[in-house]
């Protein structure tokens, strides 16, 4: 079956609970039509690059998708008619990724984040590096 990664902005004003139920929802729409949700990552409440009917936030949550197209349309078709969904986006690709995305990676707190894990050669402010030029 063909893979898809979907992206939903939920309104700000409903809960974290309630953007949840909604992934819910969707994942059983795909499963009624003989597909499966593989994973799923809630991203939380982020701000909007600009307003939405009238909301300047909103509850991201990605769906990693293994479905037939006719699936997907159903379960696009649901959020088109959702009053609490600003915006979606369903993209095709070739497969899915099996780590954390980069926003659920960018949520971990500093200490835990891969990149400052350890605190070893960073390149940061106080690290000393020795620059040598041509004459030496």
Known sequence: MPLYESVFIARQDISASQADALADDF??????????????????????????KKNRKGHYILLNIDAPAAAVQEMERQMRLHEYILRYLTL??????????????????????????????????????TVKGDGQ
């Open 92 to 129: 095709k690709v070739d497969e899915l990724a099996t780590e954390p995305s980069l926003m659920v990676q960018n949520l971990a707190p500093r200490d835990e984040h891969p990149h400052h894990a350890g605190g070893g050669g960073g390149g940061g402010v106080n690290d000393k590096q």
């Open 27 to 52: 994942s059983k729409s795909i499963e009624e039509n003989g597909g499966k949700v593989v994973s799923r990552e809630n991203w939380g409440l982020r701000t909007l690059a600009y307003r939405i």
